[in-house]
């Protein structure tokens, strides 16, 4: 190996996913319990099914619909 690489002339990765940002966020264990469910369903991770779900909100620009019981 080189003690030294080049590195002045490299082009950024085109085939890389989109940059993620880590957070900390507190959900109800049922809504973590239903995506888990989902997860062993769909062999899909269950952070990833999270994810997936909010960027379809974003995308679609899903308006946040509530009542109050």
Do not use: H
Request: charged letters at 30%.
């Amino acid at each position: 190996m080189r003690e030294e690489y080049d590195f002045s002339n490299a082009r950024k990765n085109p085939y890389i996913q989109k940059e993620k940002k880590q957070i900390t966020i507190n959900l109800n264990t049922e809504v973590v319990d239903y995506f888990k469910q989902q997860s062993e369903n769909s062999g899909i991770p269950y952070q990833t099914l999270i994810n997936m779900y909010l960027t379809d909100c974003v995308v679609n620009e899903r308006k946040l619909q509530m009542e109050w019981k």
